[in-house]
């Protein structure tokens, strides 16, 4: 029974070296802003050009390279492909990159898909291209004069957004799905945030889609669908980050008793509520420093919750107030790494949320309680054997869950490293194909002025 645990202490182990940080999505954001008329949908899209021509590479050339994406030219660098804009090629076709997306974008009603027509599209270097949070900075953001600065000098395509509007003519739109069948086989594709706020005479419902949503996403402007998708995003995210399944599981596994589990996870959930609104309203360090410490910090604390499952007195039956507050202490830090979430998909000015707010924290104890009940009865059942028993079982998934950290830590300290010299880096357009994984999540809002957080 032992040798199980442990291998199943080793099996989330492995799983968690690929353990994501905690603010990677405004890498690979897409904005949908949908407003409904009389004659149908006008739709303004702000997508990475990426994803736009990268799953479109062709087979090799006579030069050996890849036939080039449509708008785009290659060479090779360093022995790696590198792909550029093609400047001439936007001037001579300025509505191609916007007939590539609406090809992909599939918008369906009434058991009938709507056919889309390109009114405009532009292009901007990441970093200075103008606002698109509401839809007048959309609609804005698509009048500037020119689709793509002639003198812009050799620009790599993962260093350009593409601002796109399309025309779905279908009369009064209702409820609808939209999807998107494009995979461009970019690295990290599964974690692309894409929101889509939809504008019809009910008010703003503000939908977001992870993944490359190729599973259709229904638009219906639901305010219960709203408050239960930021529920399942805080279950989401405390199941899916595996540095806060380890930190949970270290510390069921150091309580005596379900008296003490249920003070320590009381703790837990008070520091981290604590510091999730606080790192939400944006009371804490603004320095660039702070993310990567409190990453690195939420490591260490997996080390250290182990340690106090490990080096704990013997048959305790006093007050376990020291373990609870430590554990409270610990749940300030994991809470801020909530916010950072969280912050992908709310804005501090946003109509209900405090509503929002609750409905994500709530999200997280249910994934909290879900980690509880799967392993405290097994915790039960090996306290059932003679003393050394369990203590084997809970030195070695401690000893893993702490290995499993200080590689973390190591791989957040290298990060912090690689990120100051990639900064300067080119982005390369890869067209390895991933795995997809989607989930939508909604919220509802009431506001013209309703500003998308990227």
Request: hydrophobic share 45%; with cysteine.
């Amino acid at each position: 029974m032992k040798c199980a645990l442990v291998i199943l202490a080793l099996i989330i182990g492995l799983h968690s070296v690929a353990a994501q940080a905690h603010f990677k999505l405004n890498q690979n954001i897409r904005i949908h802003h949908i407003v409904h008329t009389s004659e149908g949908l006008e739709v303004y899209l702000r997508t990475p050009m990426s994803y736009l021509v990268a799953g479109l590479v062709g087979p090799p050339n006579a030069s050996g390279l890849p036939e080039p994406s449509p708008f785009t030219t290659n060479r090779i660098e360093d022995g790696a492909l590198m792909h550029y804009v093609s400047v001439d090629a936007l001037h001579d076709d300025p509505d191609g990159l916007g007939r590539i997306a609406a090809k992909a974008l599939r918008i369906e009603t009434d058991d009938r898909i709507l056919s889309p027509s390109v009114i405009n599209v532009r292009a901007h270097l990441i970093g200075s291209e103008p606002g698109f949070a509401t839809r007048n900075e959309a609609k804005m953001a698509l009048t500037e004069s020119d689709i793509f600065p002639k003198d812009t000098g050799e620009t790599y395509v993962g260093d350009v957004m593409v601002d796109i509007h399309l025309h779905y003519e279908a009369g009064p739109v209702g409820t609808y799905s939209i999807s998107n069948a494009a995979n461009p086989g970019l690295p990290g594709q599964e974690l692309t945030a894409n929101l889509i706020l939809d504008y019809s005479n009910q008010g703003i419902t503000t939908y977001r889609v992870s993944g490359l949503m190729q599973e259709p996403v229904e638009i219906s402007g639901s305010v219960t669908a709203a408050a239960s998708t930021f529920i399942t995003e805080g279950i989401r995210h405390i199941l899916g980050g595996l540095d806060h399944v380890l930190f949970v599981l270290c510390m069921i596994i150091g309580a005596y008793g379900l008296h003490s589990l249920l003070g320590r996870v009381t703790g837990f959930t008070i520091g981290h509520t604590i510091t999730l609104i606080l790192g939400f309203f944006g009371v804490a360090p603004s320095g660039a420093w702070f993310i990567p410490t409190v990453e690195i910090a939420i490591a260490l604390s997996i080390i250290f919750a182990a340690a106090m499952a490990v080096f704990r007195p013997a048959n305790r039956r006093g007050s376990d107030l020291p373990a609870i507050a430590v554990t409270s202490g610990i749940g300030l830090l994991h809470g801020f790494g909530f916010s950072f979430m969280l912050h992908q998909i709310l804005r501090i000015d946003a109509p209900n949320v405090w509503q929002s707010l609750l409905a994500f924290n709530i999200g997280v104890e249910i994934g909290q309680l879900v980690i509880v009940l799967l392993v405290w009865p097994v915790v039960v059942i090996f306290k059932r054997f003679r003393e050394p028993i369990w203590t084997m079982a809970r030195t070695g998934i401690a000893l893993v869950a702490s290995v499993v950290a200080v590689f973390w830590i190591y791989e957040r300290v290298r990060s912090i490293g690689l990120e100051v010299v990639q900064n300067d880096a080119p982005r390369l357009v890869q067209t390895n194909v991933s795995s997809i994984t989607n989930q939508a999540k909604a919220t509802t809002v009431s506001s013209e002025d309703e500003r998308v957080q990227v």
